[in-house]
Structures are given as C-alpha cells and as structure tokens.
C-alpha cells in the first residue's frame, strides 16, 4: 500500500512515516521541504495543504492517507488557526477523495474536548468544546467533525486524539519544560492531584499504523474518534518531575494556586490582545486550565476496534529519554 503522511517533517509525522517504512510500506510525504532522515525511504512531495495542485500531485496514486500536519500552540489569531487546520484538512480531504483514496487517518487532540473541568476516564461520547477562546482545540474540533462526517463505504475516515505527546526529539512540551525548568519560571498549580496520561511517541505512531489496518480491514472503525494515550494516569508534578530527571534536571518546587492562576491567565490574555502582542504571554488560560485539571481517558474503544496496546512502557520511555539527553549532552 502506498500511504501519505502530511506532516513527515514533525515529531509525530516523522515518526510515523520512519515505522510505515519499517513495516514495509510505500511511503510518500508532503512537505515545504526536505526531511533528511527519511532521505531514501520515502517518496517525497513538494508543497504544502495551502497548495490544491500539490495536493493532487501528494494523493496521486495513494491509497491511504495519515494526516498530522497542523498549526499547534497556544497563541495566535484564531483564523490563523483555522485557516491551518481546518481549512487545510478539508483541502486535502476533498483532494483524497478526488483522486479515490480510500482510507483517511486524522490526527485530532483530546482538547477538542477539553473546556477546563475535570475529565476523569471519559470516553468519546464526551461532547466537544466550542470555546473559541481556545484557538487551536477550536480549530481542530472543527476539522476532526468534518473528516469523521466524511466517512462513507468507498471513502473511510477516523480520527485519533493522542494525548501529550513526549519522547526523544520532541521540539514541543519538553523543550518549554525545560527552558522554564532552568530560568526557575515553571511552575506548577496547587490543589491537586491533577492526574493526566501522556503518550509516549512510540505509541502514538502506532495507533496510526493501526487504525489504517483497521480501516483497510473493513473493520468496524469508520467515523469514529478514538483517545490514545499511555493508559497510565499519573500525578501531574511527579510526571513533569520524572521528564524533567530524565533531562538531568532536578524537581519543580514552586506552586501557584489555582484560581490566581486561572485568573492570571486570563488576564495576560486580554492585556495581550488589546495591546495586539505578537508573541505568547507568559500564562494562557488554555495552559492553566491543562495545568490546574485532571485529563485522562478511557481507552477501551482504542483496545478493542483497533487493538491498541501501549507497547513502550513508561519506565521504558523515561529511560530512552535519558539516554537521549545524554547523547545530546556528548555531541555538545
């Protein structure tokens, strides 16, 4: 089977395309610009989901399509947001189903159900959030609703919504951990326990790779979205403690209280706005909200329609992680 990967020259997407490979796929990826480490493996596609002709050229051919690129973050113009990925998924859905693809895998976030309360083990019945104060889970709510309507005998979609993504090489949550770890500005809400279940990379990739299968089986798992995530709710300080060790860090102690911190958030956001600041404020109120809430969830719809099964483990992880960082520090 020859599978597009949108999305290749990202943490997730890489990954992604580098086990489709391994697994003896034909890959081909779209992408503005080279991937180095899939030179060889791939097929690439210059191009981006702004561009309908590249587009065309990128599912010409294919016969699945696993779609991961997008405009993630906290800040920025909601049309920004939307134009990214929401338009751009319904560009390169009507593009795949022009040129008779006939499975579609969409990479979602568990924050297009996420409005700030407490979500303990919920499974996908849970309604999505309309906060367009959140501009990316807006955003994404938008697209997974019209890639999963999209679902038809000839043409199967589904969506994915891996949580907290983390691993080696990840340019996102550990890098900002990180950076505030060491400027002695993370800080942690007060409150608690907030008990949340990150992803290991691995795993995320996987359950892509499985839900093409699925697809391509005939499966029972069209126009359905699934929670994937590492089906081990932790603590959330002991969690950003253990990745922060793994980096060689020592544990966060500052706390901030929940309802200042809510505020705070807030607050910056507007200040912000009115003043038309570029770039991101210290605190969001989608960030406090994710750092003062439990998020975890049942997987059981993953487990059975697709056979999902964490298969790294998140002492396994954690020790990758080091490893990483210890081979990042020698080449230094």
């Not at 097929?43 to 399509?65: I, K, N, P, Q, S």
Request: glycine letters at 10%.
């Amino acid at each position: 089977m020859l599978v597009l990967v949108t999305g290749a020259g990202g943490f997730l997407g890489g990954r992604i395309a580098e086990l489709l490979w391994r697994k003896g796929y034909r890959v081909r990826i779209l992408a503005r610009r080279g991937v180095t480490r899939l030179a060889g493996r791939t097929e690439f596609c210059l191009g981006d989901l702004a561009d309908f002709r590249a587009l065309e050229r990128a599912t010409d051919g294919v016969e699945g399509v696993i779609h991961c690129a997008a405009t993630s973050g906290v800040w920025g113009p909601l049309a920004s947001y939307v134009e990214n990925n929401t338009m751009g998924t319904a560009r390169i859905l009507e593009s795949a189903r022009q040129q008779r693809v006939s499975y579609f895998v969409y990479t979602s976030s568990p924050s297009v159900v996420h409005g700030g309360d407490d979500l303990r083990g919920v499974d996908e019945s849970i309604p999505y959030t309309d906060d367009i104060l959140q501009p990316y889970a807006y955003s994404k709510m938008l697209a997974e609703r019209m890639v999963l309507r999209a679902n038809q005998p000839t043409f199967r979609t589904l969506a994915l919504r891996p949580h907290l993504i983390w691993g080696p090489g990840d340019p996102h949550l550990l890098p900002r951990l990180i950076e505030r770890a060491k400027k002695g500005r993370l800080r942690l809400f007060s409150g608690g326990p907030y008990l949340v279940d990150a992803t290991y990379i691995d795993n995320a990739a996987e359950a892509h790779i499985l839900a093409l299968e699925r697809l391509a089986a005939g499966e029972p798992v069209g126009g359905l979205p699934f929670f994937i995530s590492q089906d081990q709710p932790m603590e959330l300080t002991a969690l950003v403690n253990l990745l922060l060790k793994a980096a060689g860090l020592g544990p966060v102690k500052a706390s901030i209280n929940k309802g200042f911190g809510r505020c705070l958030g807030l607050l910056l956001e507007k200040t912000w706005r009115f003043f038309n600041v570029a770039h991101e404020p210290p605190l969001t109120l989608f960030t406090a909200r994710q750092l003062s809430s439990s998020h975890y969830y049942c997987l059981e719809r993953a487990k059975t329609l697709l056979g999902y099964k964490p298969t790294v483990s998140m002492d396994e992880g954690l020790r990758r992680l080091a490893d990483y960082y210890e081979e990042q520090a020698v080449a230094r």
